[in-house]
């Protein structure tokens, strides 16, 4: 069965597997301890923190093994900003980082702290100037991942990193998704990392802070990793991941198969849409790391998407709020105002087969439309009232839809008189549902008519833009309702 989520979790590594099951008769002492057994230990735990400062680009003295790569990035945050509580409290970070850094800006504001947020472009890209207009005085870090863990993209580290030291900022990179295929470019401050990014085993995260960066660890302390990273190592652990990292970045073989799987993400880029109806590729499609592609698909339930090709032999993932139990759509996803709906990741682990990629490309489209199908979607567009755009008369409006007077919601809304539209209550309908009904009662309406979509789905908000962009209708914007929001799209083509 194809395995295609790399990026929330790679297979471990042959070469990892070796070294853990070698380790454990070998690294199970305590290296603190100055017999035999702890030295052999203290030998193999030294050996792996060479390794990974290697691959990371530090000095093995900066570098620290943590529980996990979200607890690297809660130490990083935290100890950077402690360690510059005297020239600030402030936290700039890019809207698109990983839940890890989001969090540890949660628990910084409830201590007191502020916090900034970065805007990002259409493909999730952060530019380098918004970093520099952003900093100000009391600015104490700043966190801009190395490349996005949802769509793939690739941020400026380099240009951002240098704006930061020019400012005496110190800057935190999550190089997660990024530190199996190079070391983060640029004078960065700290880094962090998690093993089963890259093959490695899970429960082991790095953290690299680089000397001359003001650092005060938080939370209970210990004599082990520089204090930086309480409790016993587990130095079998650290032993496998350090030997997955060494492996993947050793020797030409590495970037060979980086641009192999980049001609095979190329093609599913180029060929899902092509394949499929309605469906937007997301991310940047040339400052991206070489494994990953996203794209999501119109009118489609992406639990039963990902369901579906589940049964069809494929581990996939998703940012859909559709597939989450909170119904909130990803944040990244939101930041850069694309489609949420039908939302398909595809992070191909090392040696993926290029017969599977493939036989996705076949399976792909009949699992689509048979989503679709169940969801009243017949063909590729749900839109009524196609007549009316050839000049007959405009259908009857469907149940769920009804004659706005005076469209006087739509004017509310757009703060000016428009032509007469409809109503769609999609109240208690989550998505993709509320697109489908907009979808089909736009063709109802005269060019410069509105619809009016009730809804109290979270993912309208960020869905019925989306879908008036790739369709070319105005969105004219939202208001409160009785319950949910009132969203207005008015007929443009």
């Known amino acids: 069965m194809p395995y295609f989520d790399a990026a929330s979790a790679a297979p471990l590594h042959p070469v990892a597997r070796e070294a853990l099951l070698a380790s454990l008769d070998e690294g199970w002492a305590d290296p603190a301890r100055l017999y035999r057994e702890g030295r052999r230990g203290r030998l193999l735990l030294d050996a792996a923190r ?7 680009g530090c000095r093995p003295d900066e570098l620290v093994f ?68 952003a900093l100000t005085p009391d600015t104490a870090l700043v966190a801009v991942q190395s490349a996005n863990h949802e769509v793939g993209t690739e941020q400026p580290v380099e240009e951002v990193a240098e704006l ?18 190079g070391p983060v470019p640029g004078a960065w401050s700290l880094l962090a990392a998690s093993a089963h990014k890259w093959g490695g085993p899970p429960g082991v995260g790095l953290l690299a802070v680089r000397k001359g960066t003001r650092f005060a660890p938080q939370g209970p302390r210990d004599e082990r990793e520089a204090g930086r990273s309480a409790g016993f190592e587990n130095i079998p652990a650290v032993v496998a991941a350090a030997a997955a990292l060494r ?14 799987l980049r001609e095979l993400v190329d093609r599913i880029r180029t ?29 489609v339930d992406g639990e039963t998407l990902l369901h579906e090709l589940d049964r069809a032999g494929f581990s996939v993932s998703s940012g859909s709020s559709c597939t989450s139990s909170t119904l ?18 595809i992070s191909l682990p090392y040696g993926t087969a290029e ?12 699992v689509v439309r048979s989503v679709r199908e169940r969801l009243g979607v017949r063909g590729a567009e749900p839109v009524a009232g196609a007549a009316d ?105």
């Open 355 to 366: 017969a599977d990629v493939e036989r996705f490309l076949e399976v792909l489209p009949g």
């Open 247 to 260: 492996a993947l970045r050793s020797g030409p073989a590495a970037d060979t198969e980086a641009a192999r």
């Open 389 to 493: 755009r050839a000049g007959a008369a405009p259908q009857e409006p469907s149940p769920a839809v009804a004659a706005e007077p005076a469209g006087a919601a739509a004017e509310e809304a757009a703060g000016e008189a428009v032509p007469a539209g409809l109503v769609v209550d999609s109240l208690g309908r989550r998505c993709p549902i509320p697109v489908i009904e907009l979808a089909k009662a736009i063709g109802q309406v005269p060019v410069g008519g509105t619809v009016t979509v009730l809804s109290d789905d979270e993912a309208a908000r960020q869905d019925i833009p989306a879908w008036c962009g790739m369709r070319d209708q105005e969105y004219v914007g939202e208001r409160a309702a009785e319950r949910g929001a009132a969203y207005v799209v008015r007929r443009r083509v």
């Open 50 to 56: 060479e390794a990974a400062a290697e691959a990371v």
């Open 164 to 181: 930061c030291q020019e400012a005496g900022v110190p800057l935190l990179v999550d190089a997660a998704q990024s530190l199996a295929w």
């Open 328 to 345: 909130t759509p990803s944040h990244v996803l939101r930041a850069m105002g694309v489609l949420s709906e039908g939302n398909v990741r």
């Open 271 to 299: 060929r899902v849409p092509e394949l499929v109806p309605d469906v937007e590729v997301v991310g940047d499609p040339v400052h991206r790391l070489p494994h990953l592609v996203t794209f999501s698909c119109l009118y």
């Open 66 to 133: 943590t529980p996990s790569g979200t607890q690297a990035v809660h130490a990083g945050v935290a100890g950077a900003l402690a360690g510059r509580r005297r020239a600030g409290r402030r936290l700039l970070h890019s809207a698109v980082e990983h839940s890890s850094v989001l969090h540890a800006a949660e628990a910084h504001a409830a201590a007191g702290g502020t916090v900034a947020e970065l805007a990002v472009d259409r493909t999730g890209r952060v530019a380098a100037g918004d970093v520099a207009a």
